[in-house]
């Protein structure tokens, strides 16, 4: 299975006054891990939305495990969960680096559009991007 791992270093502003991660920045650590497997997939979030196709999130999942703080460094791991021609399904699994303690794992749901958000079957739409998708299972 084609997975993709991220190393991020947890910023101060990214914690809350207990000193540690606020939960809404676990969703941007998917999104940079997101981010990063597309491109590792070979198509990157811009390339795609430059031939005019969209991948909003409609869904999201996040479990809480351990907290993680200021300078801690983090490894964002990303595989895809599902694909079907109309939508995506990616997960997550965010660990500690030095310790390798899973800090919390989740995922999110995508429909894939046109620029007008309409739903599309990308095997239909653009068969290249189909097997890129595919090539990941």
């Not at 894939?112 to 890129?132: G, M, Q, R």
């Amino acid at each position: 299975m084609f997975t993709v791992d991220t190393y991020i270093r947890v910023r101060y502003k990214e914690t809350d006054k207990m000193g540690v991660v606020h939960h809404s920045n676990y969703y941007v650590y998917f999104e940079v891990g997101r981010t990063e497997f597309m491109r590792e997939m070979g198509l990157s979030y811009k390339e795609m939305e430059d031939m005019g196709y969209m991948m909003p999130v409609i869904e999201t999942h996040c479990y809480y495990k351990h907290p993680v703080g200021y300078d801690d460094e983090i490894i964002v791991t990303t595989k895809m969960g599902k694909f079907k021609g109309a939508r995506v399904v990616l997960e997550y699994e965010i660990k500690k680096k030095d310790y390798n303690t899973l800090i919390v794992y989740g995922s999110t749901v995508h429909a894939i559009t046109d620029s007008n958000l309409k739903p599309i079957n990308i095997k239909k739409a653009c068969p290249e991007i189909y097997k890129k998708f595919m090539g990941c299972l």
